[in-house]
């Protein structure tokens, strides 16, 4: 049976881990953080010179299409992730 390793006991075992469980929301909130606000500085700046340069109105436009799948796409690969480490660990550990 496949269980998930987070301090260093299998699910199957009967015992609660939590450090998987942790660590990937975890990086799924830091992640899509950084993805959205490392990006929003230059693209305020490239819009404020194109909006002096062309003498318009031009904002920033953030797509929740594009953001909604870029988080769920995050989540995937985070999980699917997990699934290998902890895959590999129980495989050594059965070894």
């Known amino acids: ?17 939590s450090g998987w469980f942790a660590a990937a929301p ?4 830091i992640g899509t953080a950084l993805g959205i606000l490392v990006p929003l500085p230059p693209l305020a ?14 904002g920033l436009h953030l797509s929740t299409g594009t953001l909604t ?4 796409g995050i989540l995937v690969a985070a999980v699917l992730a997990g699934l290998v480490v902890t895959a590999k660990t ?6």
């Open 90 to 95: 129980l495989r050594n550990q059965a070894a």
């Open 69 to 72: 799948t870029t988080v769920i």
């Open 1 to 17: 049976m496949l269980g998930v390793v987070g301090t260093g006991r299998a699910i199957s075992q009967g015992r609660h881990t």
């Open 26 to 29: 975890s990086a799924i909130v």
């Open 45 to 58: 700046g490239m819009a404020s010179g194109l909006s002096q340069a062309t003498s318009s109105d031009v």
